[in-house]
């Protein structure tokens, strides 16, 4: 079974702190994406990576950026949190384009 | 880019009765279509995916969804909802090497 974990379920931070969210899978997927998902919005992609050290903008990246140093490691951050990053992330990693495995999400309440 | 459109929000069913929810892509060719679930408190977790061929496709726990190409739609079916369907239902399309998903359909089965 494909297992993608995130570092935290629930998270609380404050305005301006720096955030990082950790997500490790175990299926040495080529691919690896972040998501926020938000009532009535769906999931909606912030930034996907296809390979080590590559990083490619989804929809939403602006005040997010990610690392990627390890094919099984992909990391989001938040450079200055604000509310309005106030979410459910959630990591998903795939083998080139086939289906998305999912991370159990972390939830970010930013005070 | 592609663009999905699920057009129950919300859909609210006793157990037993029949479920169809509606997906719509934006655009032809060919394409890959998913539904996902999201059991309260689990992991997005795929119920079902259509790449080519018969156009019926067969999920997990009875689901099941139809491609009709000329329609632009892959709705999802279960003949017979049970209350542990519970859940929010998300369609998506792949677009090169991204998934674009719904806003969404949160289903409620009641006794």
């Known amino acids: 079974d494909v297992k993608v974990t995130q570092s935290s379920r629930y998270l609380v931070k404050r305005t301006g702190e720096k955030v990082f969210l950790e997500c490790v899978q175990d299926?040495?997927?080529?691919?690896m994406f972040w998501y926020r998902q938000d009532p009535g919005l769906g999931l909606r992609l912030i930034y996907f990576s296809y390979d080590v050290k590559m990083k490619e903008k989804g929809d939403i990246p602006e005040g997010y950026s990610v690392s990627r140093e390890k094919k099984e490691r992909f990391s989001l951050i938040l450079e200055s949190a604000s509310t309005n990053q106030t979410s459910m992330y959630l990591c998903?990693?795939?083998?080139?384009?086939?289906?998305?495995?999912f991370g159990p999400g972390t939830r970010l309440t930013v005070t | 880019a592609q663009s999905v459109s699920q057009h129950n929000h919300h859909v609210i069913l006793s157990e037993a009765a029949s479920l169809e929810l509606g997906c719509n892509y934006s655009y032809g060719g060919t394409v890959n279509l998913f539904w996902y679930v999201q059991y309260p408190g689990q992991h997005l977790q795929l119920l079902l995916k259509y790449f080519s061929g018969d156009p019926l496709v067969k999920g997990i726990k009875g689901f099941e969804a139809e491609f009709i190409k000329s329609k632009f739609s892959f709705n999802l079916r279960k003949p017979s909802v049970q209350w542990s369907d519970t859940a929010e239902y998300f369609c998506?399309?792949?677009?090169?090497?991204?998934?674009?998903f719904g806003t969404g359909t949160r289903l409620q089965v009641f006794p």
């Open positions: 998903a990693s795939s083998l080139y384009s086939s289906e998305q495995y």
């Open positions: 998506a399309v792949k677009d090169t090497d991204k998934l674009i």
């Open positions: 299926m040495d997927h080529e691919n």
